[in-house]
């Protein structure tokens, strides 16, 4: 199987707990039936998320996600041909921006702000490949 890595933002303007909570059940269910693995990030205003998978599977999660009227501005950040996964342990990693460790923040944030539209694509790979590395969940029954 050719694994394929995508990562794409969009715009929520505030979700809520309950939203989050419904995105990831599917997430989690439907990408372990796919061999999907991934994180989301949600932000204040924004999400960020990746999905890596066979070409056909991402594909058509992709489509199943721009359907989603929970968010809009989908942005295609990065897409391509992946080596290996970064998140197989996780169906869906899924985080509140503000969770993340502020040693993360630091490096990642735009003048302190979740922005990711605003990160050019080496620190996307670089917030992605540090949060593979991380382990500090504080909402454990959220990892997948
Ligand atoms: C930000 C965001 C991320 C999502 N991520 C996924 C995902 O990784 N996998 C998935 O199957 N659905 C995801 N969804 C939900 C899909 O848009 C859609 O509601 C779902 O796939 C429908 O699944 P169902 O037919 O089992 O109800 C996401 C939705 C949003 C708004």
Excluded at 129 to 136: I, K, M, T, Y
Aim: proline fraction near 3%; charged fraction near 25%.
């Amino acid at each position: 199987m050719q694994l394929t890595r995508l990562v794409y933002a969009s715009h929520h303007g505030g979700t809520s707990e309950e939203a989050l909570r419904d995105i990831f059940d599917r997430s989690c269910k439907n990408n372990a039936n796919d061999g999907i693995t991934g994180l989301l990030i949600a932000g204040d205003e924004d999400f960020l998320q990746l999905l890596e998978g066979g070409r056909t599977a991402v594909a058509e999660c992709m489509m199943r996600i721009m359907k989603d009227d929970r968010h809009q501005r989908i942005r295609v950040l990065l897409a391509g041909e992946s080596e290996s996964r970064l998140f197989s342990q996780w169906s869906m990693r899924c985080l509140r921006a503000a969770e993340i460790p502020l040693e993360i923040q630091d490096r990642y944030w735009v003048n302190g702000v979740f922005d990711p539209v605003q990160l050019p694509q080496a620190k996307i790979e670089g917030l992605c490949l540090a949060l593979s590395e991380d382990n500090s969940d504080k909402t454990p029954e959220m990892t997948g």
